[in-house]
């Protein structure tokens, strides 16, 4: 993984993460190797913005029915970043807040 664009998969876009706009908080769906440090690196090379933590959460994939079929849905990482508070918001998310 030496590509940042391959760490950083999506951002959630949920009430929740929402609700951490305001106060600098992003939340992504990130690779399911990749460190605290290499998503920290990633979010500061592609946004340009200064992270001050970095909280990472293994979701596991739900049980999923379809008749008497059943699966599982693919297993996850998130990763909520706190940016300091002299850093730039994300643009990406400033129509949303």
């Not at 596991?60 to 699966?71: D, F, S």
């Not at 849905?73 to 918001?89: D, E, H, N, V």
Request: glycine share 6%.
């Amino acid at each position: 993984m030496n590509n940042s664009y391959d760490i950083i998969i999506k951002p959630v876009m949920s009430e929740k993460s929402y609700d951490g706009i305001q106060s600098k908080k992003y939340t992504f769906v990130v690779d399911k190797r990749a460190t605290k440090t290499q998503i920290k690196n990633a979010i500061e090379e592609i946004f340009k913005v200064d992270v001050d933590s970095v909280n990472t959460i293994n979701a596991r994939g739900k049980l999923k029915r379809q008749g008497k079929y059943e699966g599982m849905t693919p297993s996850y990482k998130k990763a909520i970043i706190q940016l300091k508070k002299g850093s730039k918001s994300i643009e990406l998310f400033d129509s949303l807040a």
